[in-house]
């Protein structure tokens, strides 16, 4: 016997339910609505179409420290803790779909779980409710999570990291693994990102004192996956990691997956170095981002890829952004500098491309320096904050003389 919930007995008849409780124990009783939270989150990586019956079920494991729920796909794993009264240890596996969906729709109040029969399981609920699952042995339940280090992130910093940074990664059909994540580093105290996708690049840094050194590359999907679970949790995050799995647990969630083992690419490499560029403009990040996804409504997404101009006068101390797609529509809208340094230059990029960088962006104002019309420019926040999330965006232009030749 596993868990086990006494018959609900009326309020005043306290004498009977004495009795009844030294007849039969109650091994778990869990509030319904910390059940659903903690289901619901461990549920998102179970895979109801995974052909091992086995994936397709959540692992209940209740102890005097409470009641866990686990959720995997092999690839990753979510571990929720929740309160619970339990008199007795012990675990068993229910198939997730149906148990998140039945626990949603429970009146409130206290769930008992109880497994006494052999592959099945109780639950009990309100004066007379109940509903019965079939169950698959605890044993049956993969177990990859052993890890041999740990590291201490702060949540809101990793969160921010991440979600500034996942957009810049290679789509499902690259051939490139580490394409499709972004490699992480710890080193000095300073926390490091880096994604691309072979047309850009993305770098953030952000100091990180707690956090011994490290390095890996992790799949975005998960990254991302990892940032909604820890957005609203105020604990440090743990890093734990093996040589091909790393988890991280803020508060009662853990979160676990497998990383990518492909070598990252030298980004640093091509990464554009300070002295190269020649030219550097400030602009309002609100009017620049506004113009930019107002010229998009009429640049042609097939034939040039979202292709902006942008027009950068010294004289004027003017950027103009344009676009002309004669079957869509055309556009020109203007707006003043904050400062230039350098020539005046015409260069046009895929604004598609920029505007996932700029939607991550929350600064005043937005520094961008370039080389010339054919060479990688930078965007980053301006003001740069040393204390805070600094971003350095890379992206290369789209030739104009070819989109001419082509027109």
Do not use: W
């Not at 710890?186 to 490091?192: C, I, K, M, S, Y």
Request: hydrophobic share 40%.
């Amino acid at each position: 016997m596993l868990f086990q919930c006494p018959d609900p007995l009326p309020p005043n008849d306290s004498g009977r339910a004495n009795n009844r409780r030294e007849l039969k124990l109650v091994h778990a009783l869990v509030d319904k609505a910390e059940l659903d939270k903690a289901l619901t989150l461990a549920a998102q990586v179970v895979r109801h179409t995974s052909p091992l019956p086995i994936l397709k079920n959540l692992l209940l494991r209740a102890s005097a420290d409470g009641l866990r729920i686990t959720g995997t796909n092999l690839d990753a794993t979510i571990h929720v803790e929740v309160p619970c009264d339990c008199l007795e240890s012990g675990s068993c596996t229910v198939p997730a779909k149906t148990l998140v969906a039945m626990v949603a729709k429970l009146p409130g109040g206290t769930v008992g779980i109880d497994s006494a029969e052999p592959g099945r399981v109780l639950f009990k609920y309100g004066a007379k409710g109940k509903f019965e699952l079939p169950a698959l042995p605890s044993e049956e339940f993969p177990n990859l999570d052993q890890f041999e280090h740990d590291s201490l992130i702060d949540s809101k910093v990793l969160a921010e990291m991440i979600q500034a940074t996942a957009f810049c990664t290679a789509g499902k059909d690259t051939s490139r693994a580490a394409m499709k994540g972004l490699r992480i580093r710890a080193n000095g105290g300073l926390l490091e990102f880096a994604g691309t996708d072979g047309h850009r690049m993305i770098f953030a840094a952000q100091v990180s004192e707690r956090c011994p050194d490290f390095k890996l590359v992790a799949p975005r999907d998960e990254l991302s996956q990892l940032a909604k679970l820890i957005r609203a949790e105020q604990d440090p995050v743990s890093a734990y990691f093996s040589e091909n799995r790393v988890s991280f647990r803020s508060g009662p969630v853990s979160f676990s997956f497998q990383l990518i083992e492909e070598g990252f690419p030298n980004v640093e490499g091509v990464r554009p170095k300070e002295n190269a560029f020649t030219r550097s403009a400030v602009v309002s990040l609100d009017m620049f981002t506004g113009a930019v996804a107002r010229m998009l409504v009429v640049a042609d997404e097939k034939q040039s890829p979202n292709l902006l101009v942008f027009e950068f006068s010294k004289e004027d101390l003017t950027v103009t952004v344009s676009a002309n797609t004669p079957d869509v529509g055309t556009g020109t809208e203007s707006m003043a500098l904050e400062s230039m340094d350098g020539d005046s230059i015409r260069i046009a990029f895929n604004g598609g491309f920029m505007t996932d960088f700029l939607r991550g962006v929350h600064s005043d104002q937005l520094e961008i320096s370039m080389q010339s019309d054919d060479r990688s420019a930078r965007f980053r926040p301006f003001p740069l904050d040393p204390a805070g999330l600094t971003l350095e965006y890379v992206q290369m232009p789209v030739r104009l003389r070819e989109v001419e030749v082509a027109e």
